[in-house]
């Protein structure tokens, strides 16, 4: 006899986990199908998570060996690498658990292995050394998430090619390391690396990094991560990438042609991700996909196939954990019958690099082609007491506000601590907030959210200490 569900959830990543538990929480027999041996997905395995453990210990490693600059004098600093990873797993293991105990708590069943659907209303799950388990079903949600796109006749082998699962667990510190893509994600691996001893070059197709990015804070970014180190070589097309006995050969030209070959170590390609959606045996159902493999839904995350969802990203958007927790939940809550909504124009962005880059709602070149009338406020770090005292000025804050009625439009900001003052504009912004606002908040001192303040007070051309 198969089981049945009121509702299925294919996937145990962020928006999956996070969807399960909602939809137990309003009172549907739930289960949670995931081909992992762990739950948390992309994000929690081999993505968001151990990055951010990385990025932290390696930041910590390169400022400990520059603290006699800061009167604190160490006789020697050196890296085990081999430790450093074993406290990533750590880090990812606990989360893992965490995740499984919460299903258990909610009462959602967990089962292992690879789902595809027999029909409409039945799911084929696949484990290893077990027959097949068919699952029966109400309602289906699919978010199997996104995998690692690489360039054409090229294969990962995760040692010497590698996406970014091999950047986060390679064995020793890659002499010379290449990136090819000037994103989010190869910026973040690429700082990794560095601190850490590489020689780190990144290629980029276009003139500038972090495409769809407010200009003028991509433009600073670039000039932060130059002074660290770190080379780019923008306009720069990839044209073949062969593994050598002594390492690998990037063949490339410029935008005049000129055919320029680069050797290193190890490549790292980061060139965007791809909705994970075969194996689902889609075309079968009719589940209906765009021209980039991602799953057409309506604005209650409904395919054509009136009683199968999909939210994350195997849907259009963009690919960030916390978007898709958002859709988990509203997606839960509209097959209940409630009002499960979204807001996609305040949905924060964070590059975790140092100093962090954090953006949220319209970069100026939006409003620009929109049309829209806006007013900008901006206030340096260099002017920050709290940035002063712990030396870390570089940076600045930047808010767009329209012009007529002083609406927050976007935010954009590169310093300390961005990441985590994102998310009072977010709130500010969720709620219709004005740079007037803002600006009438009071905000404790010496902290680096004074900065949110000053740029508010900015945008009515007042600020203080600027």
């Given at each position: 006899?198969?089981?049945?569900?009121?509702?299925?959830?294919?996937?145990?990543?962020?928006?999956?986990y996070?969807?399960?538990?909602?939809?137990?929480?309003?009172?549907?027999?739930?289960?949670?199908?995931?081909?992992?041996?762990?739950?948390?997905?992309?994000?929690?395995?081999?993505?968001?998570?151990?990055?951010?453990?990385?990025?932290?210990?390696?930041?910590?490693?390169?400022?400990?060996?520059?603290?006699?600059?800061?009167?604190?004098e160490?006789?020697?600093?050196?890296?085990n690498?081999?430790?450093?990873?074993?406290?990533?797993?750590?880090?990812?293991?606990?989360?893992?658990?965490?995740?499984?105990?919460?299903?258990?708590?909610?009462?959602?069943?967990?089962?292992?292995?690879?789902?595809?659907?027999?029909?409409?209303?039945k799911?084929?799950?696949?484990?290893?050394?077990?027959?097949?388990?068919?699952?029966?079903?109400?309602?289906?949600?699919?978010?199997?998430?996104?995998?690692?796109?690489?360039?054409?006749?090229?294969?990962?082998?995760?040692?010497?090619?590698?996406?970014?699962?091999?950047?986060?667990?390679?064995?020793?510190?890659?002499?010379?390391?290449?990136?090819?893509?000037?994103?989010?994600?190869?910026?973040?691996?690429?700082?990794?690396?560095?601190?850490?001893?590489?020689?780190?070059?990144?290629?980029?197709?276009?003139?500038?990094?972090?495409?769809?990015?407010?200009?003028?804070?991509?433009?600073?970014?670039?000039?932060?991560?130059?002074?660290?180190?770190?080379k780019?070589?923008?306009?720069?097309?990839?044209?073949?990438?062969?593994?050598?006995?002594?390492?690998?050969?990037?063949?490339?030209?410029?935008?005049?042609?000129?055919?320029?070959?680069?050797?290193?170590?190890?490549?790292?390609?980061?060139?965007?991700?791809?909705?994970?959606?075969?194996?689902?045996?889609?075309?079968?159902?009719?589940?209906?996909?765009?021209?980039k493999?991602?799953?057409?839904?309506?604005?209650?995350?409904?395919?054509?196939?009136?009683?199968?969802?999909?939210?994350?990203d195997?849907?259009?958007?963009?690919?960030?954990?916390?978007?898709?927790?958002?859709?988990?939940?509203?997606?839960?809550?509209?097959?209940?019958?409630q009002?499960?909504?979204?807001?996609y124009?305040?949905i924060?962005?964070?590059?975790?690099t140092?100093?962090?880059?954090?953006?949220?709602?319209?970069?100026?070149?939006?409003?620009?082609?929109?049309?829209?009338?806006?007013?900008?406020?901006?206030?340096?770090?260099?002017?920050?007491?709290?940035?002063?005292?712990?030396?870390?000025?570089?940076?600045?804050?930047?808010?767009?506000?329209?012009?007529?009625?002083?609406?927050?439009?976007?935010?954009?900001?590169?310093?300390?601590?961005?990441?985590?003052?994102?998310?009072?504009m977010?709130?500010?912004?969720?709620?219709?907030?004005?740079?007037?606002?803002?600006?009438?908040?009071?905000?404790?001192?010496?902290?680096?959210?004074?900065?949110?303040?000053?740029?508010?007070?900015?945008?009515?051309?007042?600020?203080?200490?600027?």
């Amino acid at each position: 006899m198969a089981e049945k569900f009121n509702v299925v959830v294919i996937g145990g990543g962020p928006g999956g986990y996070v969807c399960s538990i909602r939809l137990a929480q309003l009172g549907f027999k739930t289960a949670c199908i995931d081909s992992r041996t762990t739950l948390g997905g992309t994000c929690l395995n081999v993505g968001c998570i151990p990055s951010k453990s990385l990025l932290n210990l390696s930041e910590k490693f390169h400022n400990t060996k520059n603290l006699s600059e800061k009167g604190i004098e160490i006789s020697s600093v050196k890296l085990n690498l081999d430790k450093m990873m074993k406290n990533k797993e750590k880090a990812v293991l606990n989360l893992t658990k965490g995740v499984d105990f919460l299903l258990k708590k909610n009462k959602v069943v967990y089962i292992k292995g690879h789902a595809s659907f027999k029909s409409a209303n039945k799911i084929s799950v696949i484990t290893e050394n077990k027959p097949e388990n068919i699952i029966e079903f109400e309602k289906v949600i699919i978010c199997t998430g996104s995998e690692s796109l690489s360039l054409p006749n090229v294969d990962f082998d995760e040692q010497t090619i590698i996406s970014s699962t091999g950047a986060l667990s390679l064995k020793s510190v890659p002499k010379k390391l290449f990136i090819v893509g000037g994103g989010y994600i190869g910026l973040e691996m690429g700082s990794v690396w560095s601190r850490l001893g590489s020689e780190v070059h990144v290629i980029e197709f276009l003139d500038h990094i972090t495409p769809g990015m407010d200009n003028e804070i991509s433009k600073e970014f670039i000039k932060i991560l130059q002074k660290q180190g770190i080379k780019f070589h923008l306009e720069t097309k990839v044209e073949s990438i062969k593994k050598k006995s002594s390492g690998i050969l990037i063949k490339s030209s410029n935008k005049e042609g000129k055919k320029i070959d680069f050797e290193c170590d190890v490549v790292l390609i980061s060139i965007g991700r791809k909705p994970n959606t075969k194996n689902l045996n889609l075309d079968k159902i009719g589940v209906q996909l765009d021209d980039k493999k991602r799953i057409k839904v309506n604005n209650k995350y409904e395919t054509n196939v009136k009683n199968i969802f999909a939210i994350g990203d195997v849907i259009e958007g963009p690919m960030l954990a916390h978007k898709a927790e958002d859709e988990g939940i509203a997606v839960a809550e509209i097959i209940a019958g409630q009002a499960g909504h979204v807001n996609y124009d305040v949905i924060p962005g964070v590059v975790y690099t140092s100093p962090e880059v954090a953006t949220v709602g319209k970069t100026e070149e939006q409003l620009k082609k929109d049309k829209i009338n806006y007013k900008v406020g901006k206030f340096s770090l260099m002017a920050n007491s709290r940035a002063k005292t712990i030396n870390e000025t570089e940076g600045f804050v930047k808010i767009l506000a329209d012009s007529n009625t002083d609406k927050v439009l976007g935010v954009h900001m590169i310093g300390s601590n961005a990441g985590e003052l994102i998310a009072e504009m977010a709130l500010a912004m969720e709620f219709g907030a004005s740079s007037e606002d803002i600006a009438r908040t009071c905000h404790a001192h010496p902290t680096f959210s004074e900065a949110l303040k000053e740029s508010a007070l900015a945008v009515d051309k007042r600020a203080i200490h600027s």
